[in-house]
């Protein structure tokens, strides 16, 4: 069996843009193509803007109309052309879903996606066997909304957590879906935000019975162009969805069983997954620049913190910090220094903490600490501590650093968004007094009545 080359399933013809481009000339160019990202041209850098990228934009209310040379974008791995399918086994767990294709010399020649993957793999050899019920267990439960829900608040929802999809159900039986297709046609028309998710929703949805086959899972992918499958039971109620990227990691492991002959290709893939199996652990844990733990594996690690609370009956707080001013670090001094503030202040955070509290880098310039066993007026003894060590950091070249900081404490009842959503609003009031403050959130109760208000 020999493995395709990269060149000889990437897609040659790339949307792309220059980083000296405005937002808004990105944005334009996505939707005259009725594309869902853009390849950003950074110099040998490849970087990618998705429509996730954009809500993210609008929401923090960033200028459309300044350089895309001033927004953090996420970049997009590079691998030769001549190079074989199984070499870019590495890139499947990474956040993008893209691969560029690069000559010997470095220049673009073209883009790998998962689509291309799955076109390179005849489906007749594989999972004859393997029902898609069982393979749910496997896969984790995807964004389900009822249809009443207003737009504002699931694009806000898809921002913050990175959904590239959503269901809209009734009765638990899939009626809609909204994808980053459907989120660019809302933005492009500037439509309503405050109706139901049900107007904008693309209708009907085409589904597959639970009790297929992994093959016909694939073959239902080439076929319509689609990302995802959305799996029903015999009453035609939701039992999940499998991302295309979950079906890509199931057939290359059938795909290695089949090669067991050609032990030459073995012995190569054998190789290779031992040889990065380490790194695959620390790409899924680990944010690139800081080295902290990502959003990911912070969620994992919160869940575990959160049950051994419950079960000691401890006490847990959380931190959100935001760096002041960031964009004008960025703007006055360019992104190399705003990329060594953050990694500062990220080794900062680790020195001043105890072994046991859970530093993470959230996102941009934001920062999530979990203190397990401190209650919430020690966190906020703690915050202040942190605030005042990042006032007094030395960079040369740079003025005072600050930030500012939102403490809550954890609920046994909580889960993780419940919490966030606690401490970003004290963070947005540390903002609102002036930056380079802590604040503390406010209780629950007040919470909601003034949501009541």
Known sequence: MVFPKVGSIATTSVVSIDIDNKISDAMKKMFNNEHRNILVIDGDIFRIMRVTDILNMKSRDIDMDSSLKNIELPLVPVINKEKTVLHTLEYLNCEVEYICAVDDDGELFGLISHTDIISSIDPDTLMDNFCLLDFLKLGKRAKWVSKELKTAELLCDMAKNSFESVIVIENLKPIGIFTTKDVIRVIEKNEDLSKPISTYMSSPVETIGKDCSVKEALEFLREKHYKRVVVVDDEGKMSGVISQKELIATTYSRWALLTKEYQKELDEMNAELIHKNIKYKEMASKDQLTNLYNRHKFLRLFQSSHRTMVERENEMSLI??????????????????????????????????????????????????????????????????????????????????????????????????????????????????????????????????????
Do not use: M
Not at 333 to 341: K, P, S, W
Not at 342 to 348: D, E, G, M, Q, S
Not at 404 to 412: E, R
């Open 320 to 453: 959100i910090v935001d760096i002041d001013n960031f964009k004008k670090i960025n703007d006055t001094y360019g992104h190399n220094v705003g990329d060594l503030v953050i990694v500062k202040i990220a080794k900062l955070l680790v020195e001043k903490l105890r072994e046991i509290d859970i530093v993470c880098r959230w996102g941009g310039e934001e920062f999530v600490i979990l203190l397990p066993a401190v209650n919430i007026d020690n966190a906020l003894l703690v915050a202040e501590k942190l605030r005042s060590s990042i006032e007094q950091l030395k960079i040369d070249g740079l003025g005072k650093i600050t930030a500012s900081f939102g403490v809550s404490c954890v609920h046994k009842d909580d889960d993780i968004h419940s919490v966030i959503n606690r401490a970003d609003i004290a963070l947005y009031s540390a903002k609102a007094a002036g930056r380079n403050r802590v604040e503390k959130a406010i209780s629950r109760a007040a919470l909601e009545e003034s949501f009541h208000k």
